[in-house]
């Protein structure tokens, strides 16, 4: 993966002429930046860990697999969010000072107990496409920090074709899951932007949602077991399909990112290969009215494999990198659905009623199919946006659907008018549905401005303003992109001062000596040594 960008270097792209086009009218002139910094001209603070250090460390997952040299500490230096990029291109970066590789569980509670005896922190990695900074290396009161990498831990451990039931290593990534299953007849069908890279642990520990999730439901619903490691002991979890045996230890880890534990293994549900599909495109009025359609199509509980609602801005963008310009005079939103499995022609029959009758119009499978083909490929297009000059990032959300026009009206009000204060900035903000609900719907926002300065700066101030409008309107801080470090200062808003204790109650118990991702989720209070 690029150290200082999205995915494969071979796959970058040069932004469509049409969308070169667009943005001087929507953000005016921009100025483009210097270019980034090269990894190997990367400045970086000596490690901080001892030979001392690194001999206990190498004891318990091999010599060979504790590694300090420059390119690995550089290239496990944070994540994937633009501020994350952005902090990437300057001559200085903060970086662990090690990466450890264990291969076994065994080998990461060896390692967790090591780490918190000589009072180093510890920041799991998986694909390193966090965007809400769980990855940042901040070693919090300890003297060093190291980030343990379970790419080692990867592979299909077992498959239990008759319950559809399987057992993941965490460090196994999307594709070599689906990849793995496929030779059996069976697939997962979690299929996040980020895909490609991340890992089935991150899955698990950020509760994912993928683009599948109106068939097949979040990666959470997916979970019926966990193995995990904590620097205080071992938990297997997920004796049976459904219990009553008190509360379910299981949902305590999943969107934990690591602060808990380390999780190691994750058994999921599974389901036989789909062997139909259908895509079929719908132009629709506007937003108000596409958001009306999807929830009459999930409260019909009938409805597609994915269904994705894209506004007028999104929608317009969309068919400028694909040259369609005269589409994109039309005006209009848009909606994008596949079906998949069995039944397809009911699904798919009920669904069209449902979008015919608030106005929508069928344009084919043509553009469904672009999206599906290029569904991967949308941070490509921030990378180019960021080399031109132009700040370009995303948020997301979710509430009720009685709420759901005000939070978004909340949101793109909040952003529009920050970077108008903060930087004298024209910005355009572009908005979509692509989980929904019964009861209601997510909503993700992808943000472009015309900022001339420090980007970076600028940012943190708007996307502050806009999680306190979120959580105001009645909207959560994150529906699947998780908390980290960005959001940990709201989390009390939406779970309560109570909710907050038991979390910090929870990590008392398994991480004594808080070496785990300090500061991520929660902000706990410097935790002493343990006699």
Not at 193 to 200: E, H, L, M, P, V
Not at 332 to 342: F, H, R
Request: hydrophobic share 40%; net charge negative; charged share 20%.
């Amino acid at each position: 993966m690029r150290w200082n960008g999205w995915g494969d270097p071979a796959k970058a792209k040069d932004l469509p002429l049409a969308v070169r086009t667009l943005l001087p009218l929507l953000l005016g002139r921009t100025r483009r930046p210097h270019e980034p910094v090269a990894l190997v001209d990367v400045v970086v603070s000596p490690s901080a860990l001892t030979p001392e250090d690194l001999e206990a460390l190498g004891s318990v997952v091999g010599p060979d697999h504790v590694d300090v040299t420059h390119e690995a500490r550089v290239r496990h230096g944070g994540g994937r969010s633009t501020p994350d990029l952005l902090r990437r291109r300057a001559a200085e970066q903060r970086v662990p000072d090690a990466v450890l590789r264990p291969g076994t569980h065994d080998e990461v509670a060896a390692a967790l107990r090591v780490a918190a005896e000589l009072g180093i922190a510890v920041i799991p990695f998986g694909g390193g496409t966090s965007v809400v900074g769980a990855l940042d290396p901040d070693r919090g009161p300890h003297r060093g920090v190291v980030s343990l990498d379970l790419g080692r831990l990867s592979g299909l451990i077992a498959l239990d074709p008759l319950s559809g039931d399987a057992v993941l290593a965490a460090g196994t990534t999307g594709p070599e899951a689906e990849e793995l299953l496929a030779a059996q007849g069976f697939e997962l069908g979690h299929y996040p932007q980020s895909f490609r890279y991340a890992t089935i642990g991150g899955f698990a520990a950020a509760r994912s949602s993928g683009q599948n999730s109106a068939g097949y439901g979040r990666f959470d619903t997916m979970v019926t077991g966990i193995r995990v490691a904590t620097p205080t002991g071992d938990l297997e979890l997920g004796r049976s399909p459904g219990s009553a045996a008190g509360p379910d230890l299981i949902r305590v880890f999943l969107g934990s990112e690591g602060i808990f534990g380390v999780i190691t293994e994750v058994r999921v549900r599974v389901h036989p290969v789909p062997q139909r599909r259908i895509l079929e495109s719908w132009s629709i009025p506007d937003f108000a009215t596409g958001a009306e359609a999807l929830r009459r199509v999930a409260q019909s509980a009938t409805g597609p494999t994915v269904i994705r609602l894209s506004d007028e801005a999104e929608t317009a963008v969309s068919l400028a990198q694909v040259g369609k310009i005269g589409k994109v005079l039309a005006k209009g939103a848009s909606i994008v659905t596949v079906y998949e499995g069995d039944d397809i022609e009911h699904r798919r029959s009920r669904t069209a009623e449902i979008l015919r009758a608030v106005g929508g119009t069928s344009s084919g499978e043509s553009d469904a199919a672009a999206w599906l083909e290029g569904r991967f490929d949308g941070p490509y297009l921030r990378d180019s946006l960021l080399d031109a000059g132009v700040f370009c990032e995303t948020l997301e959300t979710a509430t009720v659907w009685s709420a759901l026009s005000g939070l978004r009206d909340a949101v793109t009000r909040t952003i529009m008018e920050g970077f108008t204060a903060e930087a004298g900035a024209r910005s355009s903000v572009m908005c979509h549905i692509s989980h929904v609900y019964p009861t209601g719907a997510s909503l993700y926002f992808t943000i472009l401005a015309g900022v001339r300065g420090d980007q970076l700066a600028v940012w943190e101030k708007v996307k502050a303003s806009v999680n306190d409008a979120i959580l105001a309107a009645g909207g959560t801080i994150s529906h699947h992109h998780a908390v980290g470090r960005d959001h940990a200062p709201w989390l009390a808003q939406e779970i309560g001062e109570t909710g907050v204790r038991i979390l910090s109650a929870i990590k008392r118990e398994l991480d004594p000596r808080g070496i785990l991702n300090p500061g991520a989720v929660i902000a706990l209070e410097p935790v002493g040594r343990a006699d």
